[in-house]
């Protein structure tokens, strides 16, 4: 067995201290009909063949193309510093902080997160972290719920539409979801449309426990939080702000225009793509939602000398003290994420997180005006940050063709959203600081090559072809 | 001598100094926020600490210092199997087709990916004995999350809507009742026999028509194979409920018991424990579910398929109506389970049977050791891990378990978990895990029985402990009367930083 540190000799040792002659006399507990058939895996396989394997496959992945796709996902420069200082053993080899004196590494490290988010957010209290920012938007609206003692949530469509979906999985358990539609035309189009909002508030019989919305929202562009928050508020429901961190160096933090949550994905702050995650779900909150918040809480504190110190506090909220009454079954979390996007922000600082954020805001400018050069007009009209939406015909044939080309050209909307004729035949693409200006020259230039080709008689030349 | 570095850290707020700090990144042209209206821009930069990077180096190799971990010394906190995390799991997780792979990129993009995740789904199936794995879950509660709201699903496809109760035993991890909370049931607690193990009995009587679920640790948190679980199984089955397997101990039973042949409905895997992906200070976890042929209709979306061309996909949105849909974005903690994978192949099918062996042998051992100076409330032969009480030694002497827990500090070892399961008393939950040599468990034992004597000789050094760790026991109370969560500047009642 690779790792093990036994000798048959060792084994012996142990056996005879037990009075036993093997091993599977640890075992007749099991009862005989009970026991398994046998584990039909392949051989184990040293190191060097093993690793072998792991790169041909990652080798299978297509990851040397010229990327404009984000929908979520950031690509950013990470320093180099981060993932040196993850790598210490001290961190990703411990666990939860559950006996402080030994763990004032953890604890400390998370009580800094908990600071620079709740800076970024403009809260007072960060949670430790969730799974991601999915689950921590499924988390925040959980959380309206308990506070208003209602059972009715208003999620706008531009939220984005995994968010939406995990959060209607939660609310499974009986709760329920509707959604906000967007403003179909004009210069708001793609954003949450207030007026359905407030028709959707109005309802007497069916009080509402949150609103949520997203900013920049799932199509990049800027919604008006504080008029849905205010709307929110006049009926007596929580807002929910659904953020992204590194925009935050740049854009009103939630606690400017009224949210009382916001949740978020944490992965821009330094963490890689790796399809899915590892990341990190921000839920930060008010002071006065301190004890609906899920999750763990890290504060200061003194030991018995009056030396400052951290501690894991108000656990009278978590699974393993309140069971069936907790806030929330979470247990394990993302602390080493946590941790990554705590390093990130420590090295990057803020001039450096402004200049990321302010970076991406320039290029996806450039971006546009390429593409619009190029033949792809933007879908919608509204201000945007660093992502938009641009109407390109037979969009999903395009796309294929030009990441054949080496380039990933964004997301294809109808692939996320396929029930939403509001969106076919449109691609979603974004800009970061990572993204150059001979990038978006070469991107635009094979846009237009695919556009100027025209589709049509290429796929009726594929079909003579058949 | 201290187990952890010694010196406490100012925070990054305190090291912070306005102009530290720079490139990094290249300054973006001057107007260009000028295409954002003005109402949505900031009105002040957050005031994130100023650091350069030799500053944040140290800041955080001198904070990790302050941790005891695996790679650091001996970690037998029980339940959650802190085993050796192999370096090869780092390296492939950080290699660059898998780490910079984006999420939403088309599956032709993604084949490597694709393919790995199909293959460890097989490889769990195997395991398990169950009939199809999802891999989505970020951690085992939500694995538990997936597996109720899919038996909900069952019963609700079958109109079958009274049931609205979830049997739990009492030694239960606390995820499970607040578990059957989130997903709309309510929790109904079932005590423990005497031995320890289920009590059929009570459970029979507690089953019923409204009965939705039977949650099951096997083995159970005080380190038992449930030997009566095959006549539990049936009379949840004959009560028309589903049995759900907390997968959290499968560490002990690897080759040995597969909870889909004897009859499990649904159990979640924690990979962090059996398949030693590292614990992060927390996490992440990653808890893939693994289903029987009931439950198959109802897995998250998506799923990972392989076409017959031998190709691999995702499952689009909307193809299967019957999934109860996502349960976070994306395809799941994809990085962790590159690691899991990686576990699973350097094993094979005759190394994981060893682990098992192996965990099972070096618990039993350790208990045995320590049999003459601590109370194992239920003898016989344990799995992984098990449980010992100082009952007797606080009624002697008035030294808890939490001052054992303490005093092991100075011993130079990580506490076991404590007062966990919650029906034992002065309970230490005990998992040396398969990766620790016998002159460690020899060590370990040998400091346990040493405190069991100071516990009568010189109380005081025990009840005081730990008098080596850079900090003493701390002040919990005032920590949640008057809770300071953030870093408000030097103010109020914060103290000074440490140098």
Redesign the interface.
């Known amino acids: 067995?690779?790792?093990?540190?036994?000798t048959d000799g060792?084994?012996e040792?142990?056996?005879a201290?037990?009075g036993l002659d093997s091993?599977d006399?640890?075992?007749?507990?099991?009862?005989a009909?009970?026991?398994?058939?046998?584990?039909?895996?392949?051989?184990?396989?040293p190191?060097l063949e093993?690793?072998a394997?792991?790169?041909?496959?990652?080798?299978?992945?297509?990851?040397d193309?010229v990327?404009f796709?984000g929908?979520?996902?950031y690509?950013h420069?990470t320093?180099a510093?981060v993932?040196?200082?993850l790598?210490?053993?001290?961190?990703?080899?411990?666990?939860?902080?559950?006996?402080?004196?030994?763990?004032?590494?953890?604890l400390?490290?998370?009580?800094?997160y908990?600071?620079?988010v709740?800076?970024?957010l403009g809260l007072?209290?960060?949670s430790?972290?969730h799974?991601?920012?999915?689950?921590a938007a499924a988390e925040a609206a959980?959380m309206t719920c308990r506070q208003t003692r209602r059972e009715r949530v208003l999620v706008s469509h531009a939220v984005?539409?995994?968010?939406r979906?995990?959060m209607?999985?939660?609310f499974?358990?009986?709760l329920e979801l509707e959604e906000i539609p967007l403003v179909a035309e004009g210069e708001a189009a793609g954003t949450t449309d207030l007026a359905a909002l407030q028709a959707l508030l109005g309802d007497p019989d069916r009080p509402v426990a949150g609103v949520i919305a997203a900013q920049p929202n799932f199509y990049g562009l800027?919604e008006p939080m504080a008029e849905l928050g205010d709307a929110a508020h006049a009926a007596g429901a929580l807002f929910v702000a659904v953020v992204e961190p590194v925009s935050?160096?740049?854009?009103?933090?939630p606690g400017?225009y009224g949210a009382d949550i916001a949740a978020g994905?944490g992965q821009p702050l330094g963490i890689?793509?790796?399809?899915?995650?590892?990341?990190l779900g921000i839920l930060g909150a008010t002071d006065a939602l301190?004890r609906q918040i899920p999750g763990?809480?890290?504060?200061?504190?003194?030991?018995?000398?009056?030396?400052?110190?951290f501690?894991m506090?108000?656990?009278?909220r978590?699974?393993?003290?309140?069971?069936?009454?907790?806030a929330?079954?979470?247990?394990?979390?993302?602390?080493?994420?946590a941790?990554a996007a705590?390093?990130y922000?420590?090295?990057?600082?803020?001039?450096?997180?402004?200049?990321?954020a302010?970076?991406g805001?320039?290029r996806a400018?450039e971006l546009e005006k390429a593409l619009a050069a190029a033949g792809a007009e933007r879908l919608h009209r509204a201000?945007y940050?660093n992502e938009f939406a641009v109407r390109v015909p037979e969009a999903r044939a395009v796309?294929?063709r030009l990441?054949d080309r080496g380039f990933?050209a964004g997301?294809v909307l109808a692939?996320?959203?396929?029930?939403d004729p509001a969106v076919a035949d449109a691609l979603l693409v974004c800009a970061t600081?990572v993204t150059t200006s001979d990038d978006i020259a070469r991107f635009a230039a094979a846009l237009q090559e695919e556009l100027a080709g025209g589709s049509g008689m290429r796929s009726e030349l594929a079909g003579a072809a058949r | 001598m201290s187990v952890v570095g010694p010196k406490l850290q100012p925070t990054l707020f305190e090291r912070s100094r306005p102009g530290r700090g720079d490139g990094k990144i290249p300054h973006p042209p001057k107007d260009a926020l000028d295409r954002l209206p003005p109402a949505v821009l900031r009105d002040t930069a957050p005031a994130l600490p100023e650091l350069n990077e030799p500053e944040v180096v140290r800041h955080y190799v001198n904070l990790s210092q302050l941790n005891f971990a695996v790679d650091t010394g001996f970690y037998p906190l029980g339940s959650c199997t802190m085993k050796f995390n192999p370096k090869l799991n780092e390296w492939a997780a950080r290699l660059p087709g898998f780490a910079g792979l984006h999420p939403m990129a088309p599956d032709e993009a993604a084949q490597g990916t694709l393919q790995l995740l199909w293959e460890l789904e097989q490889a769990l199936m195997a395991i398990s004995g169950m009939r199809a794995v999802t891999l989505q879950p970020a951690a085992g509660a939500q694995g538990e999350l997936t597996g109720i709201l899919m038996i909900r699903a069952h019963h609700r496809k079958n109109g079958d809507t009274e049931r609205s109760e979830v049997l739990v035993p009492d030694s239960s991890h606390g995820t499970n009742p607040a578990t059957a909370t989130m997903a709309g049931y309510r929790t109904i607690t079932i005590p423990s026999a005497a031995d320890g193990g289920v009590d059929v009995d009570a459970f029979r009587a507690a089953l019923g028509p409204r009965t939705a679920a039977v949650m099951i640790t096997n083995p159970s948190t005080l380190g038992l194979f449930e030997k009566r679980i095959g006549e539990l199984l049936d009379a949840v089955h004959e009560a028309g409920a589903l049995a759900y397997m907390d997968g959290a101990n499968l560490n002990a039973i690897l080759g040995r018991f597969k909870p889909g042949e004897a009859g499990f409905d649904v159990m979640h895997f924690n990979v962090h424990k059996t398949f030693s992906t590292p614990h992060g200070g927390g996490g992440p976890g990653a808890g893939p579910v693994g289903v029987g042929e009931t439950l198959l209709p109802y897995l998250p979306t998506p799923r990972v398929l392989r076409d017959d061309d031998g190709t691999f996909r995702l499952e689009r949105p909307g193809e299967r109506p019957s999934s109860i849909g996502r349960l976070r974005s994306f395809a799941g903690n994809t990085g962790v389970l590159v690691r899991a994978y990686t576990y699973i192949r350097a094993h094979g099918g005759s190394g994981l049977r060893e682990v098992s062996d192996d965990a099972v042998l070096a618990a039993n051992y350790l208990m045995h050791r320590v049999a003459g100076s601590y109370d194992l409330p239920h003898g016989g032969p344990c799995k992984h891990e098990f449980v010992a009480s100082a009952a007797s030694i606080k009624k002697r002497t008035g030294v808890r378990t939490l001052d054992i827990a303490k005093r092991l500090i100075d011993y130079g070892f990580h506490p076991p978990t404590i007062y966990f399961p919650l029906i034992v008393d002065e309970a230490m939950l005990i998992e040396p895990t398969e990766t620790e040599s016998v002159e460690t468990l020899d060590a370990f034992a040998e400091a346990l029985i040493a405190i069991a004597a100071e516990a009568e000789t010189d109380p005081d050094v025990v009840r005081e402990a730990p008098h080596t760790a850079p900090v003493r026991r701390l002040d919990e109370a005032t920590a949640a009367r008057q809770p300071n969560l953030r870093w408000r500047g030097m103010t109020g009642r914060q103290m000074p930083c440490p140098d």
């Not at chain 1, 067995?1 to 036994?6: A, D, S």
């Not at chain 1, 799974?131 to 689950?135: K, L, N, S, T, V």
């Not at chain 1, 929330?328 to 994420?337: E, F, P």
Request: hydrophobic content about 40%.
């Open positions: 067995m690779p790792y093990g540190p036994h060792d084994r040792r142990m056996l201290a037990l091993v006399a640890l075992f007749a507990d099991i009862p009909e009970l026991r398994a058939s046998g584990l039909d895996l392949p051989d184990p396989e190191e093993l690793a394997r792991l790169q041909a496959l990652a080798g299978r992945n297509r990851t193309v990327s796709l929908a979520g996902v690509r420069w320093p510093a993932d040196q200082l790598l210490r053993g001290e961190w990703y080899t411990a666990y939860t902080p559950y006996q402080p004196e030994v763990s004032q590494g953890t400390q490290s998370i009580y800094e908990e600071s620079l709740a800076e970024l007072d209290v960060v430790a972290s799974y991601d920012g999915a689950a959980l984005h539409p995994h968010v979906a995990t209607a999985t939660y499974g358990g009986g800027l935050l160096a740049v854009l009103q933090p400017a994905e890689a793509p790796q399809y899915g995650g590892p990341y301190v763990r809480l890290v504060g200061m504190t003194t030991d018995l000398d009056g030396q400052r110190a501690v506090t108000m656990r009278a978590e699974q393993d003290i309140r069971r069936d009454r907790a929330s079954n979470i247990c394990t979390n993302q602390a080493l994420l941790l705590s390093i922000l420590a090295t990057i600082g803020p001039h450096g997180l402004r200049d990321v302010a970076t805001v320039a400018g201000p940050f796309h294929r990441l990933l997301l692939d996320a959203e396929p029930d600081e």
